[in-house]
C-alpha cells in the first residue's frame, strides 16, 4: 500500500521534512487557503505540487475540495458552486492528481467533546462524549427539538455534569464542539451556529442523501473524464448530531453510494475508525465487499465505550482487528494487479494519532501531531511488511 501523510500546507507545524522521516513517501494535502466553494486556479496547485516534489515526496491525493453548504442544501448558489467543483476536479487532474477525498458531512464536519483526553500511556487522545455532547446541545445551546434527541437518562446525566462544569471548562467544550476543525476558513460562535442549523431545518435524511447523489451525478462524469477517483468520507460521528442527518455512516450507506452513480470514478474512503465508532459495521467485511471501490484508506482505530461515546486507541489496538483490515487490502491490491488496473495500489494514510512523547503541550492541529501518527504508520508499515513475507493464502482472513 502506498504510505502517505496528512499535510495542512506550509502552516502546518508538521514540516514536510518530517514526513519523510516518518517514511511516507506521499502527501495528502489541499488549498486550504482557497477552500470556500470557488474553482482551484491551476497555477496555485502546482505551486503547492512543487512546494511537496522539493522535499523528496509527491502528492496524489487531495483532501479535500470543499463542498459547499449550498450544494448539501440546493439552495442560494449550488450551481455554480457544482460548476466550480468540476474546474476544481479538471484542475487538479492536469497536475497529475488522481484521488479526490471529500465528505457531505452537514455544517460539522468531524466532531470531538475532546481535543487531549489523557490515555493511560501519559499521552493525550480525541474523545467523544455523548453526555458532554449533550450538555451543550440540550443545556447550553438549547437547540429546538434536542430534548426529543435524547434519552431522558442521558439528559439527566447531563444536567449532572453541566453542574460540575467550570466556565472554561464550557467554554472548552463549546470551543472544541463549534468553534474549530482543521482546514476550516471560518469558525461560529452559538448565534452564528444556531442560524446554520436553521438552514438545515427542513433537511431530512432522505433529502440530503438525495442531494449528495445528485451531486454526485454531476460530477462524477467530469471526474471520469479527467481521470480521478472520487472517494467519500464517511461521517464522522457517524449519528446524527445537532439534529443534522448522517447520510454515509455504514455498509448499506456505502453500498447505496456506490450505486447511485456507477462508475469507476466513484468511490469510498475506507476510514476504519468513522465506519468503526458504528457498532453496524464490520470492519473487515466491508474492506472486502468494497475492495474494487476503494480508493483511499485512513487507518485508525476506536474503542467505543457505550451510549455512542468513543475515543481514539492507539492504531493496532481498540475495536478494529486493524491486520485483518490492512490484510483485505493487500488482497484487493494484489487482485487489481492481476486485472492489470492502474490504480492497484491503495494508498493510506496513519489518521488521528496520541500527542505522545516530545508532542505533548506543543500547538499542532489536534488528531495531527507528528510523533502520534509515526508511530502508528510504522505499526501500520510492519503489518505490511509482514504479510509480504507470508503466502498470500495464509494471511488472515
Not at 495531527?368 to 504479510?387: K, N, Q, V
Request: glycine content about 6%.
Amino acid at each position: 500500500m502506498k504510505q502517505t501523510w496528512r499535510w495542512f500546507g506550509p502552516d502546518d507545524t508538521v514540516k514536510l521534512s518530517h514526513v519523510r522521516q516518518a517514511g511516507a513517501t506521499g502527501v495528502v494535502s489541499a488549498l486550504h487557503h482557497l477552500n470556500d466553494g470557488r474553482a482551484w486556479p491551476v497555477d496555485e496547485i502546482l505551486k503547492r505540487k512543487a512546494e511537496i516534489e522539493a522535499a523528496g515526496l509527491d502528492w496524489p491525493i487531495v483532501e479535500s475540495i470543499v463542498v459547499h453548504e449550498d450544494i448539501k442544501t440546493r439552495t442560494g448558489r449550488w450551481r455554480d458552486y457544482v460548476e466550480n467543483y468540476k474546474a476544481s476536479i479538471r484542475a487538479v487532474a492536469s497536475a497529475g492528481i488522481k484521488v479526490v477525498c471529500y465528505n457531505f458531512m452537514a455544517i460539522t464536519d468531524w466532531t470531538r467533546t475532546d481535543l487531549d483526553y489523557p490515555m493511560w500511556h501519559g499521552g493525550t487522545a480525541l474523545r467523544f462524549d455523548m453526555v458532554e455532547f449533550c450538555a451543550y446541545d440540550v443545556l447550553v445551546l438549547k437547540r429546538p427539538g434536542a430534548e426529543a434527541d435524547h434519552p431522558p437518562a442521558r439528559i439527566e446525566a447531563a444536567r449532572q455534569r453541566l453542574a460540575k462544569m467550570s466556565e472554561s471548562q464550557l467554554a472548552k467544550l463549546e470551543q472544541n464542539l463549534i468553534g474549530w476543525v482543521p482546514a476550516r476558513e471560518f469558525i461560529f460562535d452559538r448565534d452564528s451556529f444556531r442560524r446554520a442549523l436553521d438552514l438545515y431545518k427542513d433537511v431530512t435524511r432522505e433529502g440530503l442523501r438525495e442531494n449528495l447523489f445528485a451531486f454526485l451525478r454531476e460530477i462524477v462524469p467530469a471526474a471520469e473524464e479527467a481521470g480521478v477517483k472520487m472517494a467519500i468520507h464517511p461521517d464522522d460521528p457517524p449519528f446524527p448530531l445537532f439534529g443534522l442527518p448522517r447520510i454515509v455512516t455504514s455498509a448499506p450507506d456505502a453500498r447505496a453510494l456506490i450505486a447511485a452513480a456507477k462508475s469507476p470514478s466513484n468511490g469510498i474512503t475506507l476510514c476504519t475508525g468513522s465506519y468503526g465508532a458504528n457498532p453496524d459495521n464490520d470492519l473487515v467485511a466491508m474492506a472486502k465487499e468494497f475492495g474494487p471501490d476503494i480508493h483511499f484508506a485512513h487507518l485508525r482505530n476506536v474503542t467505543k465505550e457505550g451510549d455512542f461515546s468513543f475515543h481514539e486507541a492507539e492504531h493496532l489496538e481498540g475495536d478494529t482487528d486493524m491486520v485483518r483490515v490492512v490484510a483485505a487490502l493487500m488482497a484487493e491490491e494484489r487482485r487489481r494487479k492481476q486485472q492489470g488496473r492502474a490504480d492497484w495500489q491503495i494508498p493510506l494514510r496513519p489518521d488521528h494519532g496520541h500527542a505522545i512523547v516530545d508532542d505533548i503541550g506543543k500547538k499542532v492541529n489536534p488528531g495531527y501531531s507528528c510523533i502520534g501518527r509515526l508511530r502508528g504508520l510504522a505499526e501500520l508499515r510492519g503489518i505490511m511488511r509482514t504479510l509480504e513475507n507470508v503466502p498470500a493464502e495464509n494471511w488472515p482472513r
